[in-house]
């Protein structure tokens, strides 16, 4: 069966410092995943996705991820962190053969930013 | 709207009673998805429309839980009898994609509710 891992609950991180967000998938071939931003009272926001090709894709507000198939991880990465990115994080996974598209959703990580 | 949008925002229903919980995806778009968040969780699945038809509802936890989308637009998703644990925020979501494939879905704010 499908799963996600996000080993972190709670991260905090000073402004302006790197940032990774570990994810881990289970899945028996190369699913689509997929991060999400959701602040507080807020729905999902897709922050990026990767379906195939590159294995680093770039997002909006300056995240990327990279998908490394021999670890069965795709960790969110961020070189500064800023205020405003205190918010929750998730990773999903979608089956490629997954009729409709549903998504497979991490714990999530919560992020705190220190001024 | 430009977005998923769901009404209302917040319910508050006392144990026993009926609730229906409503999302107005994209215009256009096929696929409708709704999402059950508890508390400090991943949002998890509960069903998919294609259209008008609920082509997937294995997430629903019990019978008392429905959800219709009679002319494969407005979604309605609906509790029967709540009971405390089903407080949660209840999440729209919807696509252009049929299957949703190489389509990310569209997240609503959710409505929030809490069962007293």
């Known amino acids: 069966a499908q799963s996600v891992t996000q080993p972190d609950i709670h991260i905090t991180v000073s402004e302006g410092a790197s940032l990774e967000l570990r994810c881990n998938y289970s899945?028996?071939?190369?699913?689509?995943l997929f991060w999400y931003v959701q602040s507080p009272g807020q729905g999902l926001q897709l922050l990026l996705k990767y379906f195939s090709g590159d294995t680093l894709v770039q997002g909006i507000k300056g995240f990327e991820a990279e998908f490394k198939r021999s670890q069965s991880s795709f960790n969110l990465r961020k070189p500064s962190v800023h205020w405003s990115d205190a918010a929750e994080y998730f990773c999903?996974?979608?089956?490629?053969?997954?009729?409709?598209?549903?998504?497979?959703f991490g714990q999530g990580t919560e992020l705190s930013v220190k001024p | 709207g430009a977005g998923v949008s769901q009404s209302p925002r917040y319910k508050v229903a006392k144990r026993g009673q009926d609730v229906a919980l409503r999302c107005d995806p994209i215009s256009g778009h096929v696929s409708l998805f709704w999402y059950q968040q508890a508390l400090g969780q991943g949002p998890e699945f509960l069903t998919y429309?294609?259209?008008?038809?609920?082509?997937?509802k294995s997430g629903l936890p019990s019978d008392r839980f429905f959800a219709e989308r009679p002319e494969g637009s407005v979604s309605t998703l609906k509790i029967q009898r709540t009971q405390q644990e089903d407080s949660a925020v209840y999440l729209c979501?919807?696509?252009?994609?049929?299957?949703?494939?190489?389509?990310?879905?569209?997240f609503g704010n959710g409505t929030r509710l809490t069962v007293t």
């Open positions: 429309f294609q259209n008008e038809a609920q082509l997937d």
């Open positions: 979501a919807s696509s252009p994609r049929l299957r949703g494939e190489n389509s990310p879905l569209h």
């Open positions: 899945y028996g071939a190369t699913p689509y």
């Open positions: 999903a996974v979608r089956g490629i053969y997954n009729q409709g598209g549903k998504l497979i």
